[in-house]
């Protein structure tokens, strides 16, 4: 599936730039990433969250929610059943994430803010903990607040200074969080 759609995502970058010669999966590396990053398009199966829509964690029929690691998922729910008690909503604005969708995020933002900015926000596929399934991004601002008081309870802990929306099962539930890393290049 992946290989088809970075196949496809191939012929449409050559398409645009009129390469004539075949296109093989050699020609891969020589391509711009950022045109493959604009002819390819992330959907659920990538677990591309679309802004305002509402995800949260028990929606396990999207693979954003599904492919998280167990125990993180399991921290966080324990930590939202806590925080309702408080009146607080955990919404999911990202949670797993394919290579490919990772890389587009990249590609996309570097494209709209430049490199040096973007790159302070989107690790790329092989550094990002989304990838791997050991992060999750939770809103609005007062499930963030939440969080940050009271995630180390659960072993959950907000690791960039610059993203008080980006957690991930950092300490032992109930010992202090380490010391955050300052972005998404430390
Ligand atoms: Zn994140």
Redesign the pocket.
């Known amino acids: 599936m992946a290989a088809l759609a970075a196949t496809g995502a191939v012929a449409v970058a050559a398409g645009i730039l009129g390469v004539l010669a075949p296109v093989t999966g050699s020609s891969l590396p020589s391509l711009p990433s950022v045109l493959l990053g604009a002819a390819f398009s992330p959907s659920a199966e990538d677990g591309f969250i679309p802004d305002g829509s509402r995800v949260d964690l028990a929606d396990e029929q999207l693979p954003a929610i599904s492919r998280l690691d167990p125990q993180l998922l399991a921290a966080m729910r324990a930590a939202e059943a806590d925080a309702a008690g408080d009146g607080i909503r955990f919404e999911v604005t990202?949670g797993w994430r394919s290579p490919e969708y990772q890389q587009w995020l990249l590609d996309t933002r570097i494209a709209e803010v430049g490199e040096e900015t973007a790159r302070a926000y989107v690790?790329t596929p092989e550094q990002?903990?989304?990838v791997d399934g050991d992060?999750?991004?939770i809103g609005p601002v007062d499930a963030q607040y939440w969080l940050i008081s009271y995630g180390s309870a659960y072993g959950i802990c907000q690791t960039?200074a610059n993203?008080p929306?980006?957690?991930e099962l950092a300490t032992e539930p109930g010992q202090d969080c380490p010391d955050m890393r300052t972005d998404a290049t430390g």
Request: hydrophobic residues 40%; proline residues 0%.
């Open positions: 990202g690790a990002s903990r989304h992060a999750v991004d960039y993203e929306w980006h957690f």
